[in-house]
Nanobody
């Protein structure tokens, strides 16, 4: 069974940090581009960060660039999202996503991140 299991979400104060993890199984992780998306209530799901297969190329939403860092460990089949200087507007459900040409995406179940005092 294909699984993307997320962890690390929770409640954090503004200015704080949090690291999300997504452990993949059931497919060849090293052949997929990995991404983090997020969705806040009443908003469309948006791409937060992406990382290429070998990790050398990354992309970020303008709202998080300089604060968030995506990384991957192919030996552990895990992708991470380090989130620093968190803001209330970062509050959302964060989803792990795997992409590969010509096949359907895989999605995690989502993990809640709440930034509040």
């Amino acid at each position: 069974q294909v699984q993307l299991v997320e962890s690390g979400g929770g409640l954090v104060q503004p200015g704080g940090s949090l690291r999300l993890s997504c452990a993949a199984s059931g497919f060849t992780f090293s052949t997929y581009r990995m991404n983090w998306y997020r969705q806040a209530p009443g908003k469309e799901r948006e791409l937060v960060a992406g990382i290429a297969i070998v990790g050398g190329i990354t992309n970020y939403a303008s709202s998080v660039k300089g604060r968030f860092t995506i990384s991957r460990d192919n030996s552990k089949a895990t992708v991470y999202l380090q989130m620093n200087n968190l803001k209330p507007e970062d509050t959302a459900v964060y989803y792990c996503n795997a992409k590969r040409n010509n096949v359907p995406d895989y999605w995690g179940q989502g993990t809640q991140v709440t930034v509040a005092s």
